[in-house]
């Protein structure tokens, strides 16, 4: 029984560039470029500044504690200080439902919002944020329930096995419609303007920041807070970012119509088998233990991360199966822009340094993540953007990385790679995967920390921060990032990870070592 289905790529494209009525005449006419955002707070020329990441947040309540919630709390002493916050995905689990951003979005967050005081009042589709919260989506905040499943939750009839098991899934009444409501949470969504007139009141309104690339949106905090697009860019403090949606350019190339594609189709197949056996005989199990009981509760929470995993592994598996022999399905137009304007970047002598984030990771040692199709397949993409920049810029960079930092969430840990000499455009770049601010935690692979490609050295994990240890000596700690963006032409970025950790029935928190990268 499949818990979660994830939509086409060409739908997901399709459905966002209609919520945002992308390349309208009226916005065309406007001359307004709908990939580019402002952040108006009055410091944004400042050449020092700092802001937080989290990733992977979005769940309830855990057995007898609520680790978002912790972390959210690990963050409030940083808020003053901090220009805002990057989200790397996943806002909302399981199906990123409308339902839930109330309990797993608002009320952990609510200092952040207007109105926070009363989180109760705050319609999600409503909000304004204090400090700038910029996301990017993850694959939970596209994933749609199954057509059976979805009918089953809304009725009376009681669904087999998961009301039988004692599993705290959060898949509601409804899926997300295809990233619907993330949309509604953090887009303009320029859907709803119906009325003559609104649109153009609308773009003459919030569309008025002038730049080298047309007119743009501005985001005011405390008045303002919407995002222009599913991916986008700002600048601040001489830093380009880029906000990327990896959600559409994760498919893996199918496999070879030759005896060895048959073989290995039936290797995941059997694969494929084996795992949904093992997840069901799990919420059997689940269904025998007893939540009132802390450590049978820890034992639930633990069944409900492997359900979680075990479905996610699925998910990466029948994207292979589902692929016939056409080439696989690309956002090319987005993968197009991201390298365009990384040329126009190192090509602009007012910017001093660049940082992408994106839900799934090229580079990863989680276990369930680092061999993932999806996984490879991000990262060759990324590299043939890579490739293509470096081709065009020549020796601008003057040996300098592409890019001085990628932010990842979807593994559900906290990890600080560097690749090495790839033979590509991702060489000496530094990559952090900041996914472990609330969902449940993952290991890391039993191979080690470094990556081999085709029998060479291309990647090694110098900090994981993720479950480790078993029975009473188990840890869990969640974490999140504070960064300071310091220095001149050439910024340095000093990384602060905050971890909860979640021991013995008690948290205990504390700041780990500084990265300077």
Known sequence: MKLVSDPAIPKKICKMQQRVRWQDPLILARNIDQTRLEIEDGKRGDGEFSFLVVGDSGSGKHRGHNPQRQVAELMLPHHQDCNFLLHTGDVIYLVGSSEYYKPNFIQPYRELIVGGENPRQIAYDKMVFKLPILPVPGNHDYYELPVLLSLLSVSTWPLRYLLRSRLDIDVGFRGSGTGEAYAKAFLDYLKGLQLPGDLPRHLDQHYTAKT????????????????????????????????LDSNTFNDPEPLPATRQGESDRATLTKRRDELEREKMQMIETSAKLNPDNPSEAERLDDLHSNVSQIEEI????????????????????????????????????????????????????????????????????????????????????????????VLNGHAHCLEYLQTFDTGHGDANIHWIVCGGSGYSLRRQRQEGADLIEDGKLIARSHLFVGRNGHGSQKHRPYSCLRIDVTGDEQPKFIVRPLVAEWYQRHWHNYELPPLII
């Open 212 to 243: 080298d690339t047309g007119r743009c949106l501005v985001y005011q905090p405390g008045n303002f807070t919407r995002l222009p697009n599913r991916y986008y860019t700002f600048r601040y403090g001489g830093i380009d970012f880029f906000a």
């Open 314 to 405: 699925i998910v990466d598996i029948d994207k292979q199966l589902t692929t016939d022999s056409q080439p696989a399905q690309t956002d090319t137009e987005q993968l197009d822009w991201l390298k365009q304007r990384l040329i126009a970047s190192w090509n602009n002598p007012a910017v001093r340094g660049r940082v992408i984030y994106f839900h799934h990771p090229p580079y990863v040692t989680e276990a369930t993540k680092w061999l993932q199709s999806q996984t490879l397949a991000i990262r060759s993409r990324l590299r043939d953007v890579l490739d293509a920049v470096a081709q065009e810029i020549g020796d601008i960079n003057q040996g300098r990385p592409l890019v001085n930092l």
